[in-house]
C-alpha cells in the first residue's frame, strides 16, 4: 500500500491565517476531523479522545485522575493527593489535542461539540489548579482560561440563535464576559479585563445581539411614564405607575 498522504491532499489547499476544517469518514466507519496544515493534515476523533486512545483504560487522563481522586473521597483522603510534574506535562498535552478539535468544531459550526469539549477543557484547568504539586504547573493553564471561556459562551449563543433565542444566547454572552471580569479580578488585575482580546469579542457580539432584543415590558412603561409626567398628563402618568408596580418595577 502506497502511504504517501498526497492524494489526501489533493484540491484541498492549506489557506494561512484561516481554518481549514473537513469531517471525514474514517476506514472504521467513524467520523473523524482533518485540520489542514502546512505540510499536512491533522486527523482527530470526532467525539472520544482526539487521538483514539484510552489511558489506563479511561477515556483520557481527566477521567482517570477524576477516578482517582472519586476513590480518595470516599476515605476522606483526596486533599493529599497530588500530580507530578510528569502527570501535568501529559494533562497539559491532552489538552492541546481538544483545543485542536475544538476549534476545528467550531470553524465547522459543530456548536455542541465545542460547548463540550470547552468545558471538559475547563474541569482539566480545575483538576490542575487544585492538585498540581508545583505552583508553576498550578497556573500553567490559567492564562488560557479566558480564551476557552470566551469559546464556550460564544457556541453556547450560538446554539440559542439556532433556536432563535436571542435573550438566551445574549445572557450566554453576558455570564462569558462576568466570567472573565471575574478572571482578572481574582488575579488582582480587573482594569485588565475589558482590554482583553476575549471580553472584546464578547462585548462586540452581545451589543451586536443587543439592538435585535425584544424591548423590556416594563422599560417600555417607564419610557411612556416619563413622557406623560413630561406632557403633564397626570391621570394617564399614574395609571402607568400603578402597571409599572404590578409588574414589580419602581
Known amino acids: 500500500m502506497n502511504k504517501d498522504i498526497k492524494p489526501i491532499l489533493e484540491g484541498w489547499d492549506y489557506r494561512a491565517g484561516q481554518t481549514t476544517v473537513r469531517k471525514v469518514i474514517g476506514v472504521d466507519g467513524t467520523e473523524k476531523i482533518q485540520l489542514r496544515l502546512q505540510l499536512g493534515l491533522l486527523q482527530m476523533e470526532a467525539s472520544i479522545r482526539p ?54 468544531l467550531f470553524d465547522l459550526g459543530d456548536f455542541k461539540g465545542v460547548v463540550r469539549d470547552t468545558e471538559r477543557n475547563l474541569k482539566v484547568f480545575d483538576l490542575v489548579k487544585q492538585h498540581a504539586k508545583t505552583d508553576a504547573d498550578k ?71 443587543k439592538d435585535r432584543l425584544p424591548r423590556d415590558p416594563l422599560e417600555v412603561l417607564r419610557d411612556k411614564l416619563a413622557t406623560a409626567v413630561k406632557d403633564e398628563r397626570f391621570e394617564e402618568a399614574a395609571r402607568l405607575r400603578d402597571k409599572i408596580k404590578k409588574l414589580g418595577g419602581e
Open 51 to 104: 487521538d483514539g486512545t484510552r489511558p489506563y483504560g479511561f477515556e483520557s487522563l481527566l477521567e482517570y485522575f477524576t477516578n482517582v481522586i472519586d476513590k480518595l473521597k470516599k476515605d476522606g483522603k483526596d486533599d493529599q493527593f497530588q500530580l507530578s510534574e510528569q502527570d501535568c506535562a501529559d494533562i497539559r498535552d491532552e489538552a492541546l489535542q481538544y483545543y485542536y478539535r475544538y476549534i476545528s
Open 139 to 209: 497556573f500553567s493553564l490559567e492564562q488560557y482560561r479566558p480564551y476557552v471561556v470566551m469559546m464556550n459562551s460564544r457556541s453556547r449563543a450560538n446554539l440559542a440563535l439556532a433556536e432563535n433565542d436571542l435573550a438566551a444566547a445574549y445572557k450566554s454572552l453576558q455570564e462569558g464576559m462576568d466570567i472573565v471580569r471575574g478572571f482578572f479580578q481574582n488575579y488582582g488585575q480587573p482594569n485588565l479585563a475589558e482590554k482583553s482580546e476575549e471580553f472584546r469579542i464578547l462585548r462586540r457580539q452581545a451589543e451586536e445581539l
